[in-house]
């Protein structure tokens, strides 16, 4: 069986749903073929923050894009996905990591970016449940949160919903171009379409180095755990200068916090977080809030992930194969970002352009690769 399509669409994270749910809307026939279930992998797994603070400066103009489209979830797909605007608190430990805090405001503010430096006193009083060891931080009150679970699946829905054909469980076996047409085999069928969107997150990889662009992308799997209820009282989105421990606190009362990494096997897939990486990050944890000593870890779980060499995707097309646009190796913080990522890829299908420089973001950037080791 032939199923003919104007796009084909590998993954089927929040990314490559989002682009299917931005096609179908503009009445494209697309078909997205997912491996497992949408969402199974990094855009399902990750620590649910919505952040633009601290970000690469060439990721900035579409974390902006992305969190306006945030804050119209509902009227796009009928659910906010548990998002809310609690702010993003990043803390500094020491004066260098302050220095750096301070240095990023000058970025942010050539993005329009809203940030608020918080002394070391002010910061206290505010926060009064952090350690005494934070001697300041940046607030990003437009930042914030919400729920991975929900967002890959409600715009796989909205998608379907507007013409989008969604595949599950359909893991690609083959992928040819003729000069003029896209061929994949999945699930023992047979798809075919003018272009092809390469969403496949660290699987992205394969898919580029199949038309002739291999790139060294590497499995990140970040570890992650979740407490048992506590009283609510961490309400914005925490993370620190360095990256090594992140914080968040849902109005349940459970507390999920991540730093680290697990282990992956991307070949069958499966991944799984470590004990002695988990214990680093709840000792990391109890060093911001001091009050979580006691407090019962009820899960860990981790997935994967993408990550490129230094830290930002690939976004962008093909430089070997008309009709061929990428968009995976998001590094770890590929969530805040990926409702602005089908929105962009649409346009650059449709439209020959889009709004967000992407220059950085060029496959070819990291040089010839050996195509057998990236």
Same mark, same amino acid.
């Given at each position: 069986?032939?199923?003919?399509?104007?796009?084909?669409?590998?993954?089927?994270?929040?990314?490559?749903?989002?682009?299917?749910?931005?096609?179908?809307?503009?009445?494209?026939r697309?078909?997205?073929?997912?491996?497992?279930?949408?969402?199974?992998?990094?855009?399902?797994?990750?620590?649910g923050g919505?952040?633009?603070?601290?970000?690469?400066?060439?990721?900035?103009?579409?974390?902006?894009?992305?969190?306006?489209?945030?804050?119209?979830?509902?009227?796009?797909?009928?659910?906010?996905?548990?998002?809310?605007?609690?702010?993003?608190?990043?803390?500094?430990?020491?004066?260098?990591?302050?220095?750096d805090?301070?240095?990023?405001?000058e970025?942010?503010?050539?993005?329009?970016?809203?940030?608020?430096?918080?002394?070391?006193?002010?910061?206290?009083?505010?926060?009064?449940?952090?350690?005494?060891?934070?001697?300041?931080?940046?607030?990003?009150?437009?930042?914030?949160?919400?729920?991975?679970?929900?967002?890959?699946?409600?715009?796989?829905?909205?998608?379907?919903?507007?013409?989008?054909?969604?595949?599950?469980?359909?893991?690609?076996?083959?992928?040819?171009?003729?000069?003029?047409?896209?061929?994949?085999?999945?699930? @023992?069928?047979?798809?075919?379409? &003018?272009? /092809? $969107?390469?969403?496949? =997150?660290?699987? +992205?990889?394969?898919?580029?180095? #199949?038309?002739?662009?291999?790139?060294?992308?590497?499995?990140?799997?970040?570890?992650?755990?979740?407490?048992?209820?506590?009283?609510?009282?961490?309400?914005?989105?925490?993370?620190?200068?360095?990256g090594?421990?992140?914080l968040?606190?849902i109005?349940?009362?459970?507390?999920?916090?991540?730093?680290?990494?697990?282990?992956?096997?991307?070949?069958?897939?499966?991944?799984?977080?470590?004990?002695?990486?988990?214990?680093?990050?709840?000792?990391?944890?109890?060093?911001?809030?001091?009050?979580?000593?006691?407090?019962?870890?009820?899960?860990?779980?981790?997935?994967?992930?993408?990550?490129?060499?230094?830290?930002?995707?690939?976004? @962008?097309?093909?430089?070997?194969? &008309?009709? /061929? $646009?990428?968009?995976? =190796?998001?590094? +770890?913080?590929?969530?805040?970002? #990926?409702?602005?990522?089908?929105?962009?890829?649409?346009?650059?299908?449709?439209?020959?352009?889009?709004?967000?420089?992407?220059?950085?973001?060029?496959?070819d950037?990291?040089?010839?690769?050996?195509?057998?080791?990236?």
């Amino acid at each position: 069986m032939t199923t003919q399509a104007d796009v084909l669409i590998v993954g089927g994270g929040g990314a490559g749903c989002s682009a299917a749910l931005h096609l179908a809307l503009r009445k494209v026939r697309c078909v997205l073929l997912e491996r497992g279930l949408v969402g199974g992998q990094a855009s399902g797994v990750n620590y649910g923050g919505v952040r633009q603070q601290g970000r690469h400066p060439a990721e900035l103009p579409i974390a902006r894009r992305a969190r306006e489209i945030w804050g119209r979830l509902p009227a796009l797909i009928g659910t906010n996905c548990e998002f809310e605007a609690t702010g993003h608190l990043k803390l500094a430990r020491n004066a260098t990591e302050e220095a750096d805090l301070v240095a990023y405001m000058e970025v942010a503010k050539a993005h329009d970016l809203p940030l608020r430096m918080i002394g070391r006193n002010a910061i206290h009083e505010a926060y009064s449940w952090l350690g005494p060891t934070i001697v300041a931080g940046s607030l990003a009150p437009d930042d914030g949160v919400a729920n991975p679970r929900l967002l890959a699946p409600a715009l796989a829905r909205a998608a379907r919903a507007a013409g989008a054909v969604i595949r599950e469980n359909s893991a690609v076996a083959g992928l040819a171009h003729d000069g003029a047409q896209f061929t994949v085999q999945a699930a @023992g069928e047979t798809f075919r379409a &003018p272009a /092809l $969107l390469n969403v496949a =997150g660290y699987w +992205g990889g394969e898919v580029a180095a #199949a038309f002739g662009e291999p790139v060294p992308v590497s499995p990140l799997s970040p570890n992650m755990l979740v407490t048992e209820p506590l009283p609510y009282v961490i309400e914005p989105n925490l993370g620190v200068v360095g990256g090594n421990v992140y914080l968040r606190q849902i109005r349940r009362g459970n507390v999920i916090f991540g730093g680290g990494r697990g282990e992956s096997d991307p070949g069958r897939p499966a991944a799984r977080p470590l004990p002695h990486v988990s214990l680093t990050g709840m000792n990391l944890a109890l060093e911001l809030v001091p009050h979580l000593a006691g407090a019962q870890v009820i899960r860990s779980w981790t997935g994967i992930d993408g990550e490129m060499p230094d830290h930002i995707p690939v976004i @962008g097309p093909s430089r070997t194969t &008309p009709g /061929l $646009l990428h968009a995976f =190796g998001f590094s +770890g913080h590929g969530f805040q970002l #990926a409702p602005a990522i089908g929105a962009i890829l649409s346009e650059i299908l449709l439209d020959g352009r889009t709004d967000v420089p992407l220059e950085p973001f060029r496959i070819d950037r990291f040089g010839p690769q050996d195509p057998l080791h990236g």
